[in-house]
């Protein structure tokens, strides 16, 4: 093959492998914000003037998150699975579960749109957009390794495997207890098989997520 043309090919190529991501510009958590388990975490977000635009993005979930470029885990919801319009309401609250984790610097905000899919993906996967990572403190909880691995950048197995973590005493007067619950891998539509409980820790895979520069 020409040199030109292998050139063409993987451009064409990496273009149908990289994410969209929308371009809503979250303005709140941002790196140095830290929120408090059982307080109040305010997310806020502005149209940053390029598309798609919040209009196109319309519908969107909202959750949080942990992981890497490659991998990441949902932690708790926040607008999900009933999605907000972030063209109309450009900030929502949300109180931190504190189980859902340890203190760490490595928590994020995704948003996923219901409207507006990627351009160039083959299987109609929601344009996504990401808060910085920020800090959460006062947290009970604990990252099994699964989750470790996804934070380090390891590529590991996207199979589906097992995520749990030991939740202690929070402000919400939850009793001790340790969980556990099988993660559901998925290199497709990011939202397929979460459920609104936020005691779950589910995994988000694997190369959809690869080109998230702006995150990571």
Same mark, same amino acid.
């Given at each position: 093959?020409?040199?030109? /043309?292998?050139? $063409?090919?993987?451009?064409?190529?990496?273009?149908?492998?990289?994410?969209?991501?929308?371009?809503?510009?979250?303005?709140?958590?941002?790196?140095?914000?830290?929120?408090?388990?059982?307080?109040?975490?305010?997310?806020?977000? $502005?149209?940053?003037?390029?598309?798609?635009?919040? @209009?196109?993005?319309?519908?969107?979930?909202?959750?949080?998150?942990?992981?890497?470029? !490659?991998?990441?885990?949902?932690?708790?919801?926040? @607008?999900?699975? /009933?999605?907000?319009?972030?063209?109309?309401?450009? +900030?929502?609250?949300?109180?931190?579960?504190?189980?859902?984790?340890?203190?760490?610097?490595?928590?994020?905000?995704?948003?996923?749109? /219901?409207?507006?899919? !990627?351009?160039?993906?083959?299987?109609?996967?929601?344009?996504?957009?990401?808060?910085? $990572?920020?800090?959460?403190?006062?947290?009970?909880?604990?990252?099994? !390794? +699964?989750?470790?691995?996804?934070?380090?950048?390891?590529?590991?197995?996207?199979?589906?495997?097992?995520?749990?973590?030991?939740?202690?005493?929070?402000?919400?007067?939850?009793?001790?207890?340790?969980?556990? +619950?099988?993660?559901?891998?998925?290199?497709?539509?990011?939202?397929?098989?979460? $459920?609104?409980?936020?005691?779950?820790?589910?995994?988000?895979?694997?190369?959809?997520?690869?080109?998230?520069? /702006?995150?990571?």
């Amino acid at each position: 093959m020409h040199a030109s /043309t292998m050139f $063409k090919a993987l451009v064409a190529l990496a273009a149908a492998i990289t994410p969209a991501v929308a371009d809503l510009a979250v303005t709140e958590p941002v790196a140095s914000t830290t929120c408090t388990a059982g307080q109040s975490c305010t997310v806020t977000w $502005k149209d940053n003037g390029s598309s798609p635009s919040l @209009a196109q993005l319309g519908l969107c979930t909202i959750a949080l998150y942990t992981g890497g470029r !490659q991998q990441q885990t949902f932690l708790q919801p926040i @607008a999900y699975p /009933t999605p907000i319009d972030v063209s109309t309401q450009l +900030t929502v609250s949300f109180v931190v579960d504190g189980t859902v984790g340890p203190n760490d610097s490595n928590y994020f905000i995704r948003f996923s749109s /219901t409207n507006h899919t !990627q351009t160039n993906s083959t299987t109609a996967a929601p344009s996504l957009a990401f808060s910085a $990572k920020f800090s959460l403190a006062g947290m009970t909880g604990t990252f099994n !390794q +699964t989750v470790l691995n996804q934070i380090a950048g390891s590529t590991g197995s996207t199979s589906a495997s097992t995520a749990s973590s030991t939740a202690g005493s929070s402000s919400s007067s939850r009793t001790s207890s340790t969980r556990s +619950t099988t993660a559901t891998s998925s290199s497709s539509t990011p939202n397929s098989g979460f $459920k609104a409980d936020s005691s779950a820790v589910y995994v988000v895979g694997a190369a959809a997520f690869a080109g998230l520069v /702006t995150l990571f």
